[in-house]
């Protein structure tokens, strides 16, 4: 498949760095071609989890995974039942206290800042009554969204190394992995907006947490062969994603597979008009790439 077409909105409309929300039509239209109603769609980088819930809300069973804070707090917000969190942060400030205990209100409250601030931002000394009313917003949006009862099959909040290798062993196979990596943009740097994402509000409300270590260009190629490798062991189909605004661009990611061994069956694009949500304004139009790579011929017992 290689088109041009107008992405739908997704059905979570929450700003999160990196969402690929205008492709969410398009990687269903390819995915769901590989694997059936009741199957196993699982994510290593869920972010936003738009995509995670348009698949569970089609009737997939959903496997979420994202080591940042933020979108741990919206897949629980969203995705399930259990509105409760655990660890809280002994010293939080007062104005955050009340928001601390609730995923729906952690998720709002990062929700509300990003569409104030953007996406660098730090958390302020308090909230004024724009924010206050920004949060309820959010707030209204995120539990709408989790009264429509759509459920992931599971949660995860792990570095992806971690969280493919308890899928290993606990022999977990699914049936399609879709990887969307923090890619570094296509200098080579890192794209600091994940660190606000992955690791300044982590910090907010909860303690205990690793740090997110974002890709640069010195190790993003060794990471991703290392990552689809360990995918392959616990997938029927691997779906990797990629954009042309990115380190490696797609040319230079294709060649680094071939080279190690790791034949794509099929490589899908999509074009699109680069406004809202990257804010870059380089170009006005960048090109998803989608790889499809067969996983082992696993078997599953789930
Ligand atoms: C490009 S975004 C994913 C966007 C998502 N596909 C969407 O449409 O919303 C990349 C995500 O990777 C997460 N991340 C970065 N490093 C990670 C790691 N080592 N393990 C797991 N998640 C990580 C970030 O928190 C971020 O949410």
Known sequence: MDIIYEGKESEVVIPY????????????????????KGDIYAETNSGSNGNAYMFAKNGYRVIINDKGEYSNCIANAI????????STRDDIATFLKEYSHSYLDRASVFAALMDELGYNYNIPQKFDEKTLQ?????????????????????????DLFD???????????????????????????K????ETSANILTNVFADGYNKVDIWDKTNVIENVLKAVRQAQKVSKYVFLSNQSSNFPTPELLEVALLKNGIQYIERHTMLTN????????KCDFFREYLYVIEGGNLKNEL
């Open 17 to 36: 760095f990196g969402q690929q929300s205008r492709f969410f039509k398009f990687f269903y239209d390819v995915i769901s071609k590989y694997i059936k």
């Open 79 to 86: 995705l399930s039942d259990d509105d409760k969190v655990l």
């Open 134 to 158: 920004t949060i309820k917003k959010y707030k209204s949006h995120l539990s709408q969204l989790n009264k429509k009862n759509i459920r992931a099959y599971k949660i995860f909040n792990d």
């Open 163 to 189: 969280y493919l290798k308890k899928l290993e062993e606990e022999n977990i196979v699914v049936d399609a992995m879709f990887m969307d990596f923090a890619w570094p943009w296509r200098d080579g740097s």
């Open 191 to 194: 794209t600091e907006e994940y």
């Open 274 to 281: 680069a406004t809202n949500e990257d804010n870059l304004n």
